[in-house]
Structures are given as C-alpha cells and as structure tokens.
C-alpha cells in the first residue's frame, strides 16, 4: 500500500475512508475500530506518520444517498480513536466539494 512508502519518514500523511465505507462505519462502532486498527493502527505501527482521517469525498455530491451517514461515521471514528488513546494525535475531517464556496476569490472574502 501506499502509506509503506511514507514508512519511517517524517512526512505526515492523512488516510482516506472511501465513500462506499460510510454505511458500516456509521452504523456500527465495531467496523469503525477496525476500519481504524486495519487502516491506521496498522500504518503507525510500522512507523507511518498518520495526522487524520478524511471521512468521504464530496459525499454530498458523488454520493448523496450517504449524506445522512457521514456524521454518525465521523463520529465513530473520533470514538474509536479515542478507545485505541490515538485522538490528541489524529483528527477526523472530511472533504466538501469546492463549489461549497459561493464566494472563492479573493479568498479573504470567501462564503460558504
């Protein structure tokens, strides 16, 4: 896998969950700590730098039908983080497509 390569190296990676994984992981915090253990525990064992958990990509674009679960699922990973001691260390976030912005340019005058 890719997070190897950033094996013992001082670059600071962020792993992504994919969209079809939101379900189980929302519904469920069992899959939410082994999504966790199998993708992030795993990598920094092996000494891969691990900042964060990006929850999705632009789920309420590519995968709206999920919407009603990216909440529940970042909140079940933040709680598995916290079970394995590993949340001052690494962050859950998502990512929101880019026409979120109404404003974008200059980006001092931004507006969701």
């Known amino acids: 896998m890719v997070l190897n390569a ?10 992504a969950i994919p969209n079809n994984d939101l379900a189980s992981v929302g519904q469920d915090l ?6 966790v253990k199998n993708n992030v525990v795993l990598y920094l064992n092996q000494g ?3 900042n964060g958990v990006a ?3 632009e789920v309420f674009i590519q995968q ?5 679960m990216l909440v529940p699922a970042m909140q079940n990973v933040q709680m598995a983080l916290v ?3 590993l949340a001052k260390d690494i962050h859950v976030s998502t990512l929101i497509a880019f026409n979120a912005l109404d ?3 200059p980006p001092s005058d931004g507006r969701f």
């Not at 950033?6 to 792993?15: A, L, P």
């Open 48 to 50: 891969t730098l691990i």
């Open 6 to 15: 950033f094996s013992n190296t001082s670059i600071k990676v962020m792993v």
């Open 30 to 35: 069992g899959s939410s700590t082994n999504l």
């Open 55 to 57: 929850m999705g990509n």
């Open 83 to 85: 079970n394995l001691n």
């Open 64 to 68: 709206p039908n999920l919407t009603g």
């Open 103 to 105: 404003v974008s340019f």
